[in-house]
């Protein structure tokens, strides 16, 4: 039998602190709940990094509302993984539509 993995979203530092002490497997840190979740700062993804031993899998997300995004908020978003990347996430977590609602290849 496979085991099941356990992520959980958490928004800050002390939601992360607490999924941990629950045993969960791995984290999806994002920021503004209120909005669906959108990137989070580079200073919280180093902090968790330095105080937990767990995968870290950041939202990349400009922005809420759709999923529709310009080039420029493209440009962004890559960027963004190059950063946090570089600061140790350990993946990322992200969705990219068309105008048309079709998934965008492009980024």
């Known amino acids: 039998m496979s085991k099941i993995l356990l992520e959980s979203p958490v928004f800050s530092f ?29 200073g919280m993804l180093k902090i968790l990094k330095s105080e937990l031993d767990l995968p870290i899998f950041a939202m990349i997300r400009p922005r809420g509302g759709d999923f529709a995004y310009s080039q420029k908020e493209l440009m ?32």
């Open 14 to 42: 002390e939601a992360a602190m607490q999924a941990a002490s629950f045993g969960v497997d791995r984290l999806e840190l994002c920021s503004n709940f209120p909005e669906g979740g959108e990137t989070p700062s580079a």
């Open 76 to 107: 962004v978003m890559k960027r963004d993984i190059e950063i946090l990347g570089e600061l140790g996430a350990d993946g990322f977590v992200f969705g990219v539509l068309d105008y048309q609602g079709s998934v965008n290849g492009c980024l």
